[in-house]
């Protein structure tokens, strides 16, 4: 059984910086792939960014140059910077157990976080 724990976001104006965190809880974190997705009112949800367990780091153009995966032992982060009101949505961390991280595909990843709260303002 696998449990992502999320903390941080919050409320910044454009411009500014906020981090995201997700611990895994579980057995096995190695063997899986982690990722960020986010969803915003009304629209679907979607991929941000991906992580290996080798380390590779993949984003989605949206966010490129701007957000910063990262993983340290169980825990992943999202550093993100240049926030814009376009950013604003509810930030879920996701795992995959087996396959390429790619696609960024909701339906391919298996445990997700209970989400958190990123707001922008202009």
């Known amino acids: 059984q696998v449990q992502l724990v999320e903390s941080g976001g919050g409320s910044v104006q454009a411009g500014g910086s906020l981090s995201v965190s997700c611990a895994f809880v579980?057995?096995?974190?190695?063997?899986?792939?982690m990722a960020w997705f986010r969803q915003a009112p009304g629209k679907e949800r979607e991929g941000v960014a991906t992580?290996?367990?080798?380390?590779t780091a993949l984003y989605a153009d949206s966010v490129k140059g701007r957000f910063t995966i990262s993983q340290d032992n169980i825990k992943v982060a999202l550093q993100m910077n240049s926030l814009k009101p376009e950013d604003t949505a509810l930030y879920y961390c996701?795992?995959?157990?087996?396959?390429?991280?790619?696609?960024?595909?909701?339906?391919?990843?298996?445990?997700w976080g209970q989400g958190t709260q990123v707001a922008v303002s202009s």
């Open positions: 579980g057995q096995n974190y190695w063997s899986y792939c």
């Open positions: 996701a795992a995959k157990s087996s396959g390429a991280c790619l696609p960024l595909n909701p339906g391919s990843f298996g445990y």
């Open positions: 992580i290996s367990a080798v380390g």
